[in-house]
Structure formats: C-alpha cells, structure tokens
Nanobody, 117 residues
Framework: QVQLVESGGDLVQPGGSLRLSCTTS????????MGWYRQVPGKQRELVAS???????KYTDSVKGRFTISRDNAKNTVYLQMNSLKPEDTAVYYC???????????WGQGTQVTVSS
C-alpha cells in the first residue's frame, strides 16, 4: 500500500532552520507531483510548496525565498528546507503525492513544526 512518512518537525526559535523529510513507498515516486501542505487548528490545509516529476517548483507567497522543496528520486524522498522561520510558520506539515493535478492525493501523517522563543 501507499505510505508517506514525514520526519524532521521540531520546536525552533524564530530565525532558525529545519529540514523536513518525507519518505514514500508503494508508488512510482519519480512520476509523482510531491507537495508539502500545512494546517493550523481551525484553518484549511494550505499548499506550501510543490515539485513536479521534472523538478519544477512552486511556492506560496509567504514562504518564497525562505523555503526550498527538493526531491531525491533514488531515495523516494522529498524534502522541505525551511530557513528564517517565523512564528506564523507554526503548523502541522503534511507531505502529499499525486500522479497528476486532479488525481487522488495521498497524505502522510503530519509532523509538527513550532516556531517560538
């Protein structure tokens, strides 16, 4: 079956950095659009960044210049490097996988990122 397992969430001070990882199994990883979403209680899940099979990337405006999404097809893993973290980046971060834009989305279980002094 399809599995997405996130790791790397933590408590970090404002201005700090974290790298999230999402390792997958059960899919042909190199063909999938991979994404990172985040959600805070009471709000909709928000797309933070995505990367296509051809390594094209997109970011939501609030993270441009601070976050970088990347993928390692040999390791079936997608990463989210987060720099200059702000308290408003605090959320549960979810990894996603889609074979195409309107296809079923597979989700990971989420990893908590807390930015606080």
């Amino acid at each position: 079956q399809v599995q997405l397992v996130e790791s790397g969430g933590d408590l970090v001070q404002p201005g700090g950095s974290l790298r999230l990882s999402c390792t997958t199994s059960g899919i042909n990883f190199s063909l999938y659009i991979m994404g990172w979403y985040r959600q805070v209680p009471g709000k909709q899940r928000e797309l933070v960044a995505s990367i296509t099979s051809g390594a094209g990337t997109k970011y939501t405006d609030s993270v441009k210049g601070r976050f970088t999404i990347s993928r390692d097809n040999a390791k079936n893993t997608v990463y989210l490097q987060m720099n200059s973290l702000k308290p408003e980046d605090t959320a549960v971060y979810y990894c996603s996988a889609q074979i195409s834009q309107y296809a079923q989305i597979y989700w990971g279980q989420g990893t908590q990122v807390t930015v606080s002094s």
